[in-house]
């Protein structure tokens, strides 16, 4: 019996070396195969250096930086001190404002990032249907505020000024629904909805163009073939060929609405200002300039910006996922 075992106790650690060798083995066949491609195709990979390079130093590079300052108390006056986990446990444990910011914003992405991509897919596959020189128009009206910037604030706040002079004041008032002006953008029962419906109506951007285009691109054969087949109805059509043909569109579509959702800021400080009555406006990111940009705790920022980084990448693989089962 012990002979037995002293023969497994020698076998492992030849068999954990031949594993470590097969692994090194490995990766100096695909190495070598990296190097080949490169040399079959220089001229790509020459052409492609310079944005690599600037994406890889401004990007990627950052993203490193970021988490490994997360790990620091760092002011930008003086050099970085290893903190360790404290940042992040600091963040659940002490900060409540955090915690406000997070709940404001896992909200403010359950409501719009969803509702708004449906928006944009909707209003795209209703205008796709209309002749070139309406659908031309139409494309333009939805897509012109979200090419207006921090100057479509200012009508909102017109509309929800607290005085009675404010549209929103004004119309309800005649109405005789309210009595007295309602200061609309500094009550927290109203700031998140205004928040929430705001981008609601900036939402129609990049995801809306991109929807467009990916129906122009669909070959109208497919839903001849479809009839064929026995597709009988548009919604047939749809699931079955639209949204499949259309899956990298809707992938990228997807990608820009959870970035807009969870990365609301802009709205926030342009229309509500800085910090919100209670901090009923608070986002992640409206925290991490607090502390990144006024404050000045970079350390602590970066922890905020690691975090909300995973996230978003996380919610964005699990979109996808789910998006690669359309039409099956």
């Not at 719009?112 to 139409?138: D, H, K, M, Q």
């Not at 925290?287 to 905020?304: N, T």
Request: glycine share 6%.
């Amino acid at each position: 019996m012990n002979r037995i075992y002293e023969i497994e106790l020698s076998a492992k650690p030849q068999e954990s070396k031949n594993r470590l060798l097969r692994g090194t083995a490995r990766i100096r066949r695909r190495l070598s195969a990296f190097v080949a491609e490169i040399r079959r195709n220089w001229q790509s990979y020459a052409l492609i250096a310079p944005y690599f390079f600037l994406f890889f130093g401004f990007v990627v590079l950052s993203v490193l930086i970021a988490v490994g300052f997360s790990f620091t108390h760092f002011n930008i006056l003086e050099p970085p001190v290893f903190v360790g986990w404290s940042n992040y446990a600091r963040l659940f444990l002490e900060d409540d404002v955090f915690l406000i910011a997070v709940k404001n914003t896992l909200l403010f992405v359950a409501i719009t990032g969803p509702f708004s991509y449906i928006l944009c897919f909707t209003i795209a596959w209703f205008v796709n249907e209309l002749n070139p020189r309406i659908r031309s128009i139409l494309t333009l009206m939805f897509y012109a505020p979200s090419l207006a910037g921090p100057s479509t604030f200012i009508i909102w706040q017109t509309i929800f000024s607290g005085d009675s002079y404010g549209l929103a004041n004004g119309i309800l008032m005649k109405l005789g629904i309210l009595l007295e002006p309602v200061l609309w953008l500094k009550d927290p029962a109203y700031i998140l909805g205004i928040l929430i419906l705001v981008q609601l109506w900036l939402s129609l951007g990049a995801s809306f163009l991109s929807f467009i285009a990916g129906l122009q691109t669909i070959d109208k054969s497919l839903y001849e073939a479809g009839a064929i087949d026995g597709i009988r109805n548009r919604w047939q059509e749809l699931w079955y060929i639209t949204l499949p043909v259309m899956r990298p569109f809707l992938m990228f579509g997807a990608v820009i609405q959870i970035t807009a959702s969870f990365a609301v800021s802009a709205v926030s400080l342009g229309l509500l200002g800085f910090p919100t009555t209670n901090y009923a406006g608070r986002t992640i990111v409206t925290h991490l300039v607090d502390y990144g940009q006024v404050r000045f705790e970079m350390g602590y920022a970066s922890a905020i910006a690691t975090l909300l980084f995973v996230v978003m990448v996380s919610v964005n693989k699990l979109v996808q996922r789910y998006l690669r089962h359309i039409g099956s």
